[in-house]
């Protein structure tokens, strides 16, 4: 139903993502907000690798929530703050994603709505 897309044309994408991923017409479709690194209990780890494990599981739990898989997300938007260590936030997707590959972009910003976190992701889902 949601089927990767990446062009021979193309150089192969330059991490585990996809250039493109088709969903069939009449899919329910999910959108998130921007799922910020706050747990449960309303606190934010200081580590990037805290935060990073903090949003993917906050992302499951509106995933599941709505009665989606992570093997439904079909795009991810990622926004981590300058300086922060790149390879923490992609190797903490490709843990989340376990092999699934959706479309995805990281976009590195100056800051977020609140200066304790440093990453913040979207994402949207189809099933």
């Known amino acids: 139903m949601n089927t990767p897309v990446n062009p021979t044309e193309l150089a192969p994408p330059a991490a585990s993502y996809s250039h493109g991923v088709v969903s069939t017409a009449g ?26 494990a903090t949003v993917w599981a906050n992302i499951a739990a ?17 926004y ?26 990281l976009v590195v910003v100056p800051t977020l709505a609140r200066p304790q976190w440093k990453l913040e992701i979207a994402v949207v889902a189809a099933s």
């Open 27 to 52: 899919s329910r479709l999910l959108h998130t907000s921007g799922v910020v690194p706050v747990a449960p209990d309303g606190s934010v780890p200081d580590d990037l690798a805290d935060q990073a």
């Open 62 to 78: 509106i995933l599941a929530s709505g009665g989606f898989a992570i093997d439904d997300i079909v795009s991810i938007c990622t």
């Open 80 to 105: 981590v703050v300058t300086g922060e260590d790149l390879a923490v936030v992609m190797g903490a997707r490709d843990a989340a994603m376990a092999g699934h590959r959706p479309a995805s972009t």
